[in-house]
């Protein structure tokens, strides 16, 4: 029987994870940090002037249809010159102009013809316009066109594929999927040369490399053709690739991706409205207002799931303070999962659960939970999971074996069946993952 104990910390952890979730709205993220006064649109570090007649919005990414309904009003406007590309469950909105829907996380069809129907529009946007980029996570497969005549459409989705199975992360997924794209790596940008372009970006990748979301479409490119390839070499990449691709690789000169300092960059501003530290932030908000002593791992988690557990481990049993209230350590980022299975459902947040479920086993005060904050961990329908000491006893009860199903990376049966997977649903947006360990007080 589950205890009173438990209970409520997962009655708590659930508050505060769908807190954050509400207070990082694509919409409220938006809507908080740019205002519209006067024909001007300001924001954290750029003021605009804006012509609406002479205003393009362009859209991909899994928020990018809830930051343009915030766009549109914020400006009062009933109709917006748009082409938003949205993820495939998304809501349709006929004030918003055009809207396609892509697949993710392999780009298909659709999503090449999202991608050619951005590269047209773009194109046609000339001096004196202005060309609005809303950006976000999962926008590199939802709009998607292959660097031809070097690479076909069927390549480049056995590409994604391939790199959505590595163990890489997310910066290096995105360094081999700029050079391999016509639209990536500041090459939509590219297209329109003449004309002023602002982007409003949601970040799901570190804080340090904004270039990378969505492998950036508008910004510049630091990487290179050569780190690309050492990135399929060391990756194992290169050796599932077709031979007549591999034979293009080497025997073709193929081109760069623009660089900073690019003149073709001189007309743009941008600005990163909300990533991973903006969502721990609103889950220490909430859980603060819980009545929780909190401690956030300050960085965006990048490591595996026994380094992350490490740390957190140590770090509360150095955390002595305020023993007596219950405590929330935070954090926020993707840990590294090796290799996918093809035949398991789960993903990085489920994997780190049940590892936090081994090292918590016996514990009768502490709770984790780990979920993306896009609403589904890797092909499960799930976000995550919650785990606590009692997991590991309850799971060999039901005749399921932990390790196992973690190699074959269906740690959501594992979940499902102990009633512990996190839903919440497709959030339209993602800024990475949060983990929360919780620990009832001692007083």
């Known amino acids: 029987m589950e205890s009173h104990v438990s209970r409520r910390l997962r009655s708590d952890a659930m508050k505060i994870l769908r807190g954050a979730l509400n207070d990082c709205s694509p919409y409220r993220l938006l809507f908080s940090q740019l205002s519209y006064e006067g024909g001007t649109l300001r924001g954290p570090d750029f003021r605009i002037r804006i ?36 993820a495939e469950r998304a809501t349709k909105d006929e004030r918003l102009g055009r809207i396609l829907q892509g697949a ?34 999962g926008a590199s497969a939802l709009a998607a066109a292959p660097l031809t005549p070097l690479l076909t459409r069927r390549e480049k989705s056995l590409l994604h594929r391939l790199l959505v ?23 939509l940008l590219a297209h329109a040369p003449r004309a002023r372009h602002l982007s409003l970006l949601l970040s799901d990748v570190p804080v340090d490399c904004p270039e990378a979301i969505g492998s950036g479409p508008t910004l510049p490119d630091p990487s290179n053709w ?25 025997g073709r000169s193929w081109p760069e991706t623009p660089k900073p300092g690019d003149p073709v ?4 501003a941008w600005s990163v409205l909300g990533d991973s530290t903006t969502l721990v932030d609103a889950a220490r908000r909430h859980a603060r207002a819980m009545g929780y002593a909190t401690r956030v791992l300050r960085g965006s988690v990048e490591e595996d799931a026994d380094s992350l557990l490490e740390v957190f481990s140590r770090t509360r049993e150095k955390w002595t303070a305020s023993a007596s209230m219950p405590r929330c350590l935070i954090a926020g980022g993707e840990v590294r999962l090796e290799t996918l299975a093809a035949r398991g459902r789960g993903g990085r947040a489920q994997d780190l659960a049940a590892a936090a479920s081994v090292r918590m086993h016996g514990s009768r005060s502490c709770l984790f939970l780990a979920a993306g904050s896009d609403g589904r961990d890797g092909n499960s329908p799930a976000a995550g999971a919650m785990a606590d000491g009692r997991t590991l006893a309850r799971a060999r009860r039901k005749g399921l074996h932990l390790e196992m199903l973690r190699r074959e990376r269906n740690t959501f049966e594992l979940f499902r069946r102990l009633g512990d997977s996190v839903i919440t649903g497709p959030t339209q947006n993602n800024l990475r993952d949060l983990y929360l360990m919780l620990e009832a007080g001692k007083g």
Do not use: T, W, Y
């Open 265 to 268: 960059f001189s007309k743009q």
């Open 104 to 137: 993710h996380p392999v780009p298909d069809a659709r999503s090449f013809r999202a991608g050619s129907a951005l590269l047209r529009r773009v194109q046609s946007a000339g001096a004196g316009d202005l060309v609005i980029h809303l950006i976000s996570g």
């Open 226 to 250: 050569s780190e690309c390839l050492e990135i399929l070499k060391r990756s194992g990449i290169r050796g599932e690739l077709p031979r007549a691709l591999v034979a293009r690789i080497d």
């Open 165 to 187: 199975r590595s163990a890489l992360g997310i910066r290096e997924m995105n360094v081999v999927r700029k050079h391999f794209s016509a639209l990536k790596g500041g090459r």
């Open 51 to 86: 012509d609406p007649r002479k205003m393009i919005i362009l859209g991909m990414g899994k928020a990018a249809g809830s930051m343009a309904r915030a766009l549109l009003d914020l400006m009062l406007a009933k109709h917006f010159d748009a082409l938003i590309v949205v």
